[in-house]
């Protein structure tokens, strides 16, 4: 038996079992059509949602695991699985409970949407592919310390639209992902280990070779720089004023704190075992005279009026 009402769908396969089902139990044609309709498809959605959720999903983060995303990156990853589950539950449902037509002309009406939409939002989608990018290449992670185009923070939070960086200064910066794909962005933090570079300034009179092992020695010292590498100095500025001994050192597993403390501490050692020494760091000194050009006319006419 094939029932069909005057203004809703033809009802097809499985509609058409609940359909003479609940034409059996005494509805009316007019309701059994698009009451039947309406329970394959809440039926249809449950059964491929919770489908999807039982096997897509699993399989979506094993897979995601086995390329080695962060757990930053596999929240946004994970719940774009979820939009396709569900987007997956209602085209079925739709399409088992009759509603093939409506379900085309729905697809009609996305497609050119989403044509208006594109043209609309070139910058949102610009950043939401660039959140793609950082996603699959990791230029950075959520606590890494970056700067790029003068600013510098550490990263907070990571979407597919904006990355979220805490500043020095405690500032909450919300930057559109394209500004992180599109320049330089420096990672001091993506090794283990980083190099720390100093210049220190000594006195022509003293002695090069005793500021060095100074150097050396409060680096091998420090508890926080490490021996391999070993830390290096190199006379690298012959100044006006000062003589300057550029120091290299590494520390280990770096964040912004551990390098202001770590470098704070062995400037402060370096400067104090320099005094017990008696080595000097001087400062620019500058000759500043008030003769003018009166003056300088003054004295020659004197030196001439004299020789003559």
């Known amino acids: ?9 033809a009802p097809i396969g499985a509609q058409t079992g609940v359909a003479n089902f609940l034409t059996d139990l005494g509805v009316p044609p007019s309701i059994a059509d698009p009451l039947s309709a309406a329970v394959v498809f809440v039926a249809v959605f449950a059964a491929v949602y919770l489908l999807g959720r039982v096997l897509v999903q699993p399989f979506a983060d ?3 695991d086995r390329r080695g995303f962060d757990a930053h990156a596999k929240r946004p990853m994970k719940k774009l699985v979820s939009v396709v589950v569900v ?18 002309s729905l697809a009609t009406i996305a497609a050119a949407a989403t044509l208006a939409i594109g043209f609309a939002l070139q910058d949102v989608l610009a950043n939401f592919v660039a959140g793609l990018f950082i996603y699959t290449d990791k ?12 600013n510098r923070g550490i990263v907070e939070d990571i979407s597919l639209r904006v990355t979220r960086v805490r500043t020095f200064d405690n500032e909450l910066l919300t ?16 090794k283990s280990k980083l190099r720390l570079k100093f210049v220190f300034g000594i006195d022509y009179e003293d002695n090069i070779d ?26 690298t500025e012959l100044a ?17 704190a551990d390098f202001i403390r770590t470098r704070g501490e062995y400037m402060t050692n370096v400067k104090q075992a320099f005094d ?16 003018g050009q009166t003056a300088d006319a003054l004295a020659t006419r004197q030196l001439v009026e004299r020789d003559g």
């Open 139 to 150: 230029p950075f992670r959520i606590g890494d310390w970056i700067e790029w185009d003068g």
């Open 87 to 104: 987007f997956a539950a209602v085209a079925v449902a739709f399409g088992l409970a009759g509603f093939g037509n409506f379900l085309q």
């Open 1 to 9: 038996m094939r029932l069909q009402s005057g203004s809703g769908p």
């Open 62 to 64: 094993r897979l995601l």
């Open 276 to 291: 017990d020494a008696g080595i000097s760091m001087p400062y620019p000194q500058r000759v500043v005279s008030g003769r």
């Open 240 to 256: 006006d004023s000062y003589v300057g001994l550029q120091s290299r050192i590494w520390i280990e597993q770096p964040s912004r």
């Open 210 to 235: 005793r500021a060095t092992e100074i150097i050396i020695e409060e680096a091998e010292n420090h508890s926080e720089i490490l021996d391999d590498p070993e830390a290096s100095v190199r006379l």
């Open 175 to 190: 930057v559109p992902n394209s500004q992180l794909t599109d320049g330089v962005i420096k990672n001091p933090v993506a």
